[in-house]
């Protein structure tokens, strides 16, 4: 089974700056994906970054790169250059390559970017 | 490219009542996910299907919930009849296939806000 862990129920980060939203995971699987997905207050999920097990380099999307320590199995995302429209809830999610397709989510750092 | 596509996208039904919500998947894509989201539980996976074919339910809560997909292109999830306790935020969800060196994200709909007084 896999557990996602997000140890932020809430951050406030001034505009402009970096922020950092942590993520750790716990699974048997030998090999994985974890994505981050935001919801702003309107409802949606918006799918924002994914990271293989096996890839070597950190991923990134624009403004957001995910710092990944298999080691230590945490998947940080790292928004740069925050704005108001950045805030929302981010959620860390992760799916196994094998076997049930389940995407196990962890509970969600509510995130708000100050003027 | 169109995402995938829920309706309705708010639903207000009293207790005893059928509530039937839709949704169409990306096309192309070999999975469909249904998903609830409670402030109490957070997202919660209810069934996914692969190919049309229903492959885990383990997480739909009782009897009282039923989902289908007749089609590539359609699905439903049923609950009949409603309870209060059922309100929450219903998502659908659809991706590609994985390999054994890649994943591939869930795609979600906008969702359907449920309410049953």
């Known amino acids: 089974a896999q557990k996602i862990t997000q140890t932020q129920p809430g951050m406030f980060v001034q505009e402009k700056e970096a922020v950092t939203l942590d993520c750790t995971y716990d699974t048997s699987d030998p090999s994985y994906g974890l994505f981050w997905y935001k919801q702003p207050s309107s409802g949606e999920m918006i799918f924002l970054i994914y990271?293989?097990?096996?890839?070597?380099q950190n991923a990134t999307e624009g403004r957001y790169s995910l710092n990944f320590q298999k080691a230590r199995k945490s998947a940080n995302l790292v928004i740069s250059a925050s704005q108001l429209g950045d805030s929302a809830m981010y959620f860390c999610?992760?799916?196994?390559?094998?076997?049930?397709?389940?995407?196990?989510f962890g509970t969600g750092t509510r995130l708000t970017i100050i003027p | 490219d169109a995402g995938v596509i829920q309706s309705p996208r708010h639903e207000v039904t009293e207790m005893g009542q059928e509530v039937t919500l839709r949704c169409k998947p990306i096309s192309g894509h070999d999975y469909l996910f249904w998903y609830r989201q409670t402030m109490m539980r957070g997202l919660e996976l209810l069934i996914y299907f692969n190919n049309n074919v229903p492959i885990d339910d383990s997480g739909m809560p009782e009897d009282r919930f039923s989902a289908k997909m007749p089609n590539a292109s359609f699905s439903t999830l049923k609950i009949q009849p409603s309870e209060p306790r059922d309100s929450a935020v219903y998502f659908c969800?659809?991706?590609?296939?994985?390999?054994?060196?890649?994943?591939?994200?869930?795609?979600f709909g906008n969702g359907t806000r449920l309410t049953v007084t």
């Open positions: 990271q293989g097990s096996y890839d070597q």
């Open positions: 969800a659809s991706s590609l296939a994985r390999g054994a060196y890649y994943n591939s994200p869930l795609h």
């Open positions: 999610a992760m799916r196994p390559n094998f076997g049930n397709e389940k995407l196990t």
